[in-house]
């Protein structure tokens, strides 16, 4: 692959993107992701799950590249990636951390002052253990561990109408809130979205390198996804076996899958590949 006359950076979501929706297999999707390393290409997880959940799939996959976590709400940079300190980042272990919304705890304070209203209307991560999240999601326990390791939102399973969660949202986003639908959870955060990290992150990479122009591919399968695909430069809205694609505004720079999964993404990102020029 030759990408030298620019800075091409791949943002995925996960769940139901990368990996896919029932067995969170990635394997469809490898022969891509060596493709682009192999070229330097970075591939930033985007995506609702935990820095803690991030980590461990960035690990196992080999991948080194900044990620998002918690839709949107932080943006983790490998501190070596960059000499000079990123604009409004702070340094924390081995990372360039931007933080984009307030800390969990605020949203669970919050949670508790709705309960009366909407109590029965949802479960949420905090007031679940570990078993009831595995149960939830098909994770093992140590797994499910690590996606309760929240810092910044909180996923609720919503249970009541779709009238209902309108007004819980407006409730919410009266406090500064945003409520958002992903694959398999409600997610409640701040006023941060995914694809104001995508902005902000290559806005730094801009700047690392100002003579060669950033662009950016995105793929995502969900409504939560759709503020990163519309900043992207070019967008793969990745077929879904349980919901139907988001639509997009200014769809001319964006492409559906046939095939679901990391095998629609692997279709997506090749697509924009050939676009682009870029060659094996």
């Given at each position: 692959?030759?990408?030298?006359?620019?800075?091409?950076?791949?943002?995925?979501?996960?769940?139901?993107?990368?990996?896919?929706?029932?067995?969170?297999?990635?394997?469809?999707?490898?022969?891509?992701?060596?493709?682009?390393?192999?070229?330097?290409?970075?591939?930033?997880?985007?995506?609702s799950?935990?820095?803690?959940e991030?980590?461990?799939?960035?690990?196992?996959?080999?991948?080194h590249?900044?990620?998002?976590?918690e839709?949107?709400?932080?943006?983790?940079?490998?501190?070596?990636?960059?000499?000079?300190?990123?604009?409004?980042?702070?340094?924390?272990?081995?990372?360039w951390v931007?933080?984009?919304?307030?800390?969990?705890?605020?949203?669970?304070?919050?949670?508790?002052?709705?309960?009366?209203?909407?109590?029965?209307?949802?479960?949420?991560?905090?007031?679940?253990?570990?078993?009831?999240?595995?149960?939830l999601?098909?994770?093992?326990?140590?797994?499910?561990?690590?996606?309760?390791?929240?810092?910044?939102?909180?996923?609720?399973?919503?249970?009541?109408?779709d009238?209902?969660?309108?007004?819980f949202?407006?409730?919410?986003?009266?406090?500064?809130?945003?409520?958002?639908?992903?694959?398999?959870?409600?997610?409640?955060?701040g006023?941060s979205?995914?694809?104001?990290?995508?902005?902000?992150?290559t806005?730094?990479?801009?700047?690392?390198?100002?003579?060669?122009?950033?662009?950016?591919?995105?793929?995502?399968?969900?409504?939560?996804?759709v503020?990163?695909?519309?900043?992207?430069?070019?967008?793969?809205?990745?077929?879904?076996?349980?919901?139907?694609?988001?639509?997009?505004?200014?769809?001319g720079?964006?492409?559906?899958?046939?095939?679901?999964?990391?095998?629609g993404?692997?279709?997506?990102?090749?697509?924009?590949?050939?676009?682009?020029?870029?060659?094996?």
């Amino acid at each position: 692959m030759t990408a030298n006359k620019m800075q091409l950076m791949v943002f995925t979501d996960l769940d139901g993107t990368l990996l896919d929706h029932h067995s969170y297999s990635y394997e469809p999707a490898l022969p891509m992701l060596e493709r682009l390393q192999a070229a330097g290409v970075p591939v930033v997880f985007c995506t609702s799950k935990t820095r803690a959940e991030v980590e461990h799939l960035r690990k196992h996959i080999g991948n080194h590249s900044p990620f998002i976590v918690e839709n949107g709400a932080a943006v983790f940079i490998p501190a070596e990636q960059l000499s000079a300190t990123p604009q409004g980042a702070r340094l924390v272990n081995d990372y360039w951390v931007r933080d984009f919304c307030p800390p969990r705890q605020h949203w669970l304070t919050l949670i508790e002052e709705v309960k009366p209203q909407f109590g029965g209307l949802f479960e949420h991560f905090a007031a679940m253990g570990d078993a009831r999240v595995a149960e939830l999601t098909g994770l093992n326990l140590v797994e499910a561990g690590r996606a309760r390791a929240r810092e910044y939102g909180e996923p609720l399973r919503w249970l009541g109408t779709d009238e209902e969660l309108t007004a819980f949202s407006e409730w919410f986003g009266s406090r500064g809130a945003r409520v958002l639908r992903g694959g398999r959870f409600v997610h409640l955060a701040g006023e941060s979205d995914k694809g104001q990290a995508l902005r902000w992150l290559t806005e730094q990479w801009r700047q690392r390198e100002p003579d060669m122009p950033v662009v950016s591919i995105a793929a995502g399968d969900s409504h939560n996804d759709v503020a990163m695909l519309e900043a992207a430069d070019y967008a793969v809205v990745v077929r879904s076996p349980v919901q139907e694609p988001p639509v997009l505004r200014g769809a001319g720079n964006s492409v559906v899958s046939h095939k679901c999964g990391p095998e629609g993404w692997s279709e997506g990102v090749e697509h924009w590949l050939r676009h682009l020029g870029i060659s094996q």
